[in-house]
């Protein structure tokens, strides 16, 4: 299934917007919670008497992963009967490949593969992920995805510094919707 055709989204990224009407649509709880930065990221919890699902999300995380654990959660919410790691190992492919697809890992591995310089990459990616509000490290992970896939040569450099410091300059989802300085 194809779920942003199913939900009409046309945009390359994937909105705040678009990830609430998605758990509108599977009839999904969210539970905003404040857990702390070193809380867990999510939790959802399925009630088959009820049918329902409630997704609790940290709001005490990093704006840049939070698109990333609230679609996590949802994949748990629509794949019930998936348990243990194979629940996680599809919430984690679901997630990734919602917000960073096949077909934008491939325009942008075509552009950053020829950057000789990694500094230069790596900036580049970061302005990607501030532009699409997703992590770096989902696009780094994506981009190399799609270049095995494909059976292409794939990024080598570490992103581990730059991730830090990108979180750093983007905050906490808390800080922002409650406008506390960040």
Not at 19 to 30: E, G, K, P, Q, T
Request: glycine content about 4%.
């Amino acid at each position: 299934i194809d779920i942003k055709k199913m939900m009409n989204i046309n945009s390359d990224e994937l909105t705040f917007s678009d990830i609430m009407s998605l758990y509108n649509y599977f009839r999904v709880i969210f539970i905003p919670v404040m857990w702390g930065e070193k809380g867990d990221n999510g939790l959802s919890i399925y009630l088959p008497k009820n049918d329902v699902t409630f997704v609790y999300a940290n709001l005490e995380k990093n704006i840049a992963d939070f698109k990333y654990w609230l679609l996590h959660e949802l994949s748990h919410a629509i794949t019930p009967s998936l348990i243990g790691k194979d629940a996680e190992i599809f919430a984690e492919r679901f997630a990734a490949i919602m917000l960073f697809p096949k077909e934008i890992a491939a325009h942008y591995y075509d552009e950053i593969i020829r950057i000789k310089n990694n500094g230069i990459a790596i900036n580049k990616i970061k302005t990607i992920a501030s532009n699409m509000i997703i992590s770096p490290y989902t696009i780094y992970n994506e981009i190399n995805n799609y270049a095995v896939q494909e059976s292409l040569p794939e990024l080598d450099f570490n992103i581990g510094g730059a991730m830090m410091n990108f979180n750093k300059q983007t905050g906490l989802v808390s800080k922002i919707i409650f406008e506390e300085e960040h």
